[in-house]
């Protein structure tokens, strides 16, 4: 797989050339407002956005290409994960749709189950993603 390949996991129903852009309510936590929109190199972080995010339509995701500069998801990144392994980034410039991934494979029902549950302690805690 190319490494300059870029994906959002979502359950908006998009189109190529469409753009995903920040100022719409965020797809988790408390679904305030989002400054950013969220993208990642790795398939998998973008199969648990699919998976995790709010809405009614079956999870998708999108190959996209940023408009702008990018810069570590620090949700993602310093202490939780060093390094940014999970090579997820974030924009306060609009993502164009290039294309649709549909050969993928979600997580086992145990695996959503449990990273569902450790987000729900996370809330319980008050700690919500870091939108500066």
Known sequence: MNSDNFYHGTRADLKPGDLIEPGFSSNYGSRKKASFVYLTA????????????????????????????????????????????????????????LGEVTDWTGHTPEQLKAMLDGLERIKQLGIEAIED
């Open 42 to 97: 790795t398939l998998d972080a973008a199969v648990w956005g699919a998976e995790l995010a709010h809405g009614e339509g079956r999870g998708r995701i999108y190959l996209v290409e940023p408009t702008g500069p990018i810069e570590d998801d620090p949700n993602l990144t310093d202490k939780k994960f060093p390094g940014n392994p999970t090579k997820s980034y974030r924009t306060r410039n609009p993502l164009r749709i």
